[in-house]
């Protein structure tokens, strides 16, 4: 079988997986003992309109709650592939117009934390296996175990303490170092996507690290000059986002590094056995060849499996690191929706989630078929 062939069969079983999961969140809400329909009108609901019926009556046809439960996931369903996905009494707008704001606040923070929680687990993983046994492979196996037991939350609030105030290390750091500029009140913002005394364009993709080349550079008017100026560049821009994320990220990448240390120090201690390793020894091959080239290849493979649970982790954990760092992902707003019950933010930011998460373990199925030319397609 063909890649491509391989691809589309692929999406075509995603098709059914996604109808099981609004199966499940329409359940879900159905479970629930809470009114949507009261939650929309809130004091409004006995307030009669120029139909005769009152805000709530309007809103229990309007959403179908007067049919079967089975035309109510019809409807639901029907709505979806419309793109009406529900109003927010949260937030009061459109569901699916929230969901497009937040939803690249989120993928722009996992994916930076995989790409430096990745490295980060990978490398120490691979001293640690080579010094098996020694000081650094207990000290960072100590650690790797340090980093999976403690909660994200403590681990966002310490690195805030430390590195986002006066009382942590970057001040004391950056003012005994001559070459080094100073800082005050931290090396990094401890809240918010980006300065606030700044306007970031709402235009663009939502990435902010890929907006802030592409988007116009915002202005500011200048009493003194009569006129509208440039008050930032791009790569102020860039540098700005890229400070903000540091924090959260670094966060969710140290929850994470703690567990591929452990895996990738197990695989390449198994592959180290192997009858090709010791051949490779025995042709005077040199150590760190034999270690990068044949072990560290093959040991791997089996990392690009973790990847998928990897990103779906990240998603997880952003529910905390963007309410504690104030980012207004999916997150923060799975967090706010649940509060006020607010079901078609909750519903929308499920279905969301579930299709991000299939979509990643998609891609590394795909990319377990590229590296390992042992696995076959069929």
Known sequence: MKLQEFIVRRLILLIPVIMGVSIFTFAIAQIIPADPAAALCGEKCGVVGSNGLTAYESNVIRLGLDKPVWQQYVIYVTNLLEGDWGESVTFHRPVIEKLRDAAPIT???????????????????????????????QASRFVAIAFVS?????????????????????????????LVPDTEGGCFPIYGRHDPTYTFPDTGTGFHLIDSWIVDEPTKFNPQTNRYEVSMSHMDMFMDTLKHLFLPCFTLAVASTGGLLRYMRASLLEVMNEDYV????????????????????????????????????????????????????????????????????????????????????????ISYAIVDPRVRLE
Not at 109 to 134: E, H, Y
Not at 151 to 163: E, G, K, R, T
């Open 107 to 137: 993928l722009e923070m996992s994916f930076l934390s995989l790409a430096m929680g990745f490295p980060m687990g990978i490398t120490l993983g691979i001293f640690s296996a080579v010094w098996q046994d020694k000081l650094f492979d």
């Open 278 to 365: 010791r051949t490779a020894r025995a042709k005077g091959i040199s150590e760190t060849r034999v270690i990068l080239v044949h072990a560290v290849r093959n040991a791997l493979v089996p990392i690009v499996t973790i990847l998928g649970f990897s990103i779906g982790g990240a998603i997880g954990g952003a529910v905390l690191t963007e309410t504690i760092f104030a980012f207004p992902g999916m997150g923060k707003t799975a967090v706010d929706a649940i509060v006020y019950l607010d079901f078609s933010m909750i519903m929308g930011v499920t279905l969301v989630t579930a299709i991000i998460f299939l979509l990643s373990n998609l891609l590394v199925d």
């Open 150 to 178: 403690l909660p994200i939350f403590w681990l966002a609030m310490m690195f805030q303490y430390i590195l986002g105030t006066q009382v942590g290390i970057c001040d004391p750091i950056t003012q005994a170092l001559p």
